[in-house]
């Protein structure tokens, strides 16, 4: 242990995913000592935990990475454009190799508690295991969507197999060939897991409760003429998705709405673009899908007619289409061939909401109203607390003992997704009230953000860095005024995780910056030249 006015670290960083690494890097970069724990037992946060089949990004490889190194980004090479999990964790081992960040690493080390300490400013945090430590600086990098959400369902534990969450899927693998699954959840965790299980699985059954619109992934190998065309123009690819409302490669807004568009042309733009994959048919053809009713609902049939070609039996096709919400309500799944899977003999899918609902799991399988049906191994793949759940899955206590899961009860409020009123000298990559955007782009805006808040402490001799509350008010205020102006803000209607709403305990809220990840971004710069106006800076005496 350090002397009381001298802590262990400047910076602890909790979560050894992208943004664990990201902040090693620009915290060394800028000359303060930094650690990173995870209770996992590897690097690699969603990508370590998430080891389902199929799991992949949906981000495209080329810009789901860390960009603050040329080199990182001329070395290594992707094999396909949306790599699974196993090459990501790869990628993010060739990081921490090659920047020399593992003695800045300790794994397997869960973090239960973080006390703000009023006399020094500084943090103490404590293990599971009971050890403690010190630092000037907390910074949660626990992600985004890391938290799983356990359902309440009668019998669920009396069921004789394997039943877990998608994300804590066993670390050494799961032998589900000639085995029966089922798969509660029909997010886009069971859009991935689906075709690959149903390859090699005697039967998979999927529950589902609310179908999704679902849009194609259209995955490729990366050919050298691809690879050598993306290295030479990075500076560029990296611009493009500082500049994007979303924080990718995309080039929109393409300066056109579907309002104004004649129906014939609209079509022809739409077909031109579904055979490319990706979130690009939201972003790269017309720029109102988004906040108009009308084209929004025009998109959204597109969407459902192209499934309809593809599922063979009409009656599934109608169980699959996504009713009563517009499309981007609940974040649209990419599809690799999930559709496909429902012509199969071995897969089944059941409504469980209108149909016949879920009554229990039972030893032997899952009992809905209707039928019981025999499963060796179930999966939960039943989403996240998204933005907040990991945070609050520790005991982070500010000012006056402040809880922050208290502080979140009804509105899960920030300044940026960075700062928290009432915990000083602590940061957040990616929290609420940030924007929902390519992760590793928005990772890297914010480390850099509260780099320069920390050089200033240290330059100008300040102790405490204190998120002031009439900032935090007028940030919650007006990322709740953006929210109700998008058709997202429907998304309390279908359990959308984007609004909270997919939690049984707790009131749905705005957890999404939507005025645009780009704009949050020049937010942030003009916030740090302007000195940090949301902070007030104080010493100790
Ligand atoms: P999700 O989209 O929240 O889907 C959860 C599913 O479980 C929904 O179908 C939900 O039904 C169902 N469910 C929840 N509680 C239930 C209950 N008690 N009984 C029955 N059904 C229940 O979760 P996810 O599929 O894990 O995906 C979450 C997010 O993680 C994604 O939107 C995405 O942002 C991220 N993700 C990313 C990738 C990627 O980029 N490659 C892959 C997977 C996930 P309702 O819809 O009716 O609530």
Redesign the pocket.
């Known amino acids: 242990m350090a002397s009381q006015n001298q802590p262990d670290y400047d910076v602890i960083g909790i979560g050894a995913g992208f943004a664990g690494l990201a902040l090693i890097h620009y915290m060394r970069e800028a000359g303060f000592s930094v650690r990173v724990f995870d209770k996992a037992a590897d690097i690699g946060g969603t990508w370590t935990w ?1 080891r389902y089949p199929g ?5 495209e490889c080329y810009y789901y990475c860390l960009t603050f190194s040329k080199e990182l980004l001329q070395e290594w090479q992707w094999s396909v454009r949306y790599p699974g999990w196993e090459e990501n964790l790869r990628y993010m081992h060739f990081v921490a190799d090659k920047c020399d960040m593992w003695p800045h690493i300790q794994l397997n080390k869960e973090i239960v508690r973080a006390d703000y300490q009023e006399d020094t400013g500084h943090w103490q945090i404590t293990t599971a295991d009971g050890d403690q430590c010190t630092c000037k600086y907390l910074v949660s990098a626990m992600g985004m ?1 890391s938290q799983p ?1 356990i ?1 309440d ?1 009668k019998g669920m534990d009396t069921f004789k197999g394997p039943c877990f969450h ?2 804590r899927w066993p670390q050494d693998g799961l032998d589900y060939a000639g085995k029966r699954v089922g798969i ?7 859009v ?1 897991m689906l075709p690959v299980m149903a390859e090699t699985a005697e039967s998979v059954t999927v ?4 179908p999704n619109f679902i849009m194609p992934a259209v995955q490729k190998p990366m050919t050298a003429e691809w690879e050598q065309e993306i290295k030479e123009h990075y500076d560029e690819i990296i611009a493009k998705c500082r500049n994007h409302v979303f924080g990718m490669a995309f080039d929109s807004p393409v300066g056109r709405n579907l309002a104004d568009t004649p129906p014939d042309e609209v079509q022809r733009i739409f077909e031109e673009h579904w055979p490319q994959g990706s979130f690009r048919f939201v972003f790269e053809t017309f720029d109102d899908l988004l906040t108009n009713p009308e084209s929004n609902r025009v998109a959204g049939e597109f969407v459902i007619s192209k499934m309809k070609e593809k599922v063979k039996d009409p009656e599934v096709a109608e169980m699959l289409t996504p009713k009563g919400y517009p499309f981007f309500a ?2 649209p ?1 990419l599809d690799h061939g999930y559709y496909e899977a429902y012509n199969r003999d071995n897969v089944k899918l059941v409504d ?2 209108d149909r016949e609902p ?1 009554v229990e799991i039972t030893e032997t399988g899952i009992r809905t109203t209707e039928n019981d049906y025999e499963l060796d191994i179930i999966v939960l ?4 607390q998204a933005y907040t759940g990991a945070q609050e899955a520790l005991a982070i206590r500010g000012r006056n003992g402040l809880l922050l899961s208290d502080k979140w009860e009804d509105v899960s409020a920030s300044i940026m997704g960075v700062f928290v009123a009432d915990f000083p000298n602590m940061f957040m990559i990616t929290g609420p009230q940030a924007p929902f955007a390519n992760l590793p782009t928005s990772i890297e805006q914010n480390i850099m953000y509260i780099v320069d808040c920390i050089k200033k402490m240290g330059d100008e001799g300040f102790d405490v860095c204190e998120p002031q509350k009439e900032a935090e008010d007028e940030w919650v205020e007006h990322t709740a005024d953006i929210h109700a102006q998008t058709l997202m803000a429907q998304g309390d209607r ?2 959308s ?1 984007m609004m909270g709403a ?1 939690l049984e305990d707790r009131k749905p809220r705005v957890l999404i910056y939507f005025g645009g990840a780009n704009v949050y971004y020049d937010k942030m710069r003009e916030s740090a030249d302007a000195g940090f106006p949301e902070v007030e800076f104080e010493r100790i005496a």
């Open positions: 998430n799991a992949a990004s949906d981000s969507i959400v359902p369902i998608s994300a509660i959840g029909a997010g886009a965790t069971t991935q529950f589902q409760r609310t609940k974040r799944p469980i909401k879920l793949a039943t989403g996240f279908v359990h995780w997919n």
